[in-house]
């Protein structure tokens, strides 16, 4: 069974910067599609950034031009550089299949926005 662990959220003032981190036993990121998702308290969780095993991106329109979403193949590890980040940013982060798998939701990194 896989599971994936997210790291790397925290509190970050407006216009800041984090990187985050998913790593999975049992998976091998460059084979499969992944996501980057996020769900802000009372909206539906929503897909932000997405790789394919080809390492094709595609991003949320709301995130284009500040997410960078990466794969390290040798640390099977799989990243999403945020830049510029904004107090709607705000969210609970999770990695995932794209598209997702509903049994495969880890518990996800809090990224907080806020001066």
């Known amino acids: 069974q896989v599971q994936f662990v997210e790291s790397g959220g925290g509190l970050v003032q407006p216009g800041g910067s984090l990187r985050l981190s998913c790593t999975a036993s049992?998976?091998?990121?460059?084979?499969?599609?992944m996501g980057w998702y996020r769900q802000a308290p009372g909206k539906q969780r929503e897909l932000v950034a997405a790789m394919a095993s080809t390492g094709t991106t595609n991003y949320a329109d709301s995130v284009k031009g500040r997410f960078t979403i990466s794969r390290d193949n040798a640390k099977n590890t799989m990243y999403l550089q945020m830049n510029s980040l904004k107090p709607e940013d705000t969210a609970v982060y999770y990695c995932n299949n794209n598209p997702m798998t509903p049994n495969l939701w880890g518990q996800g990194t809090q990224v907080t926005v806020s001066s």
């Open positions: 049992g998976r091998i990121f460059r084979l499969y599609a």
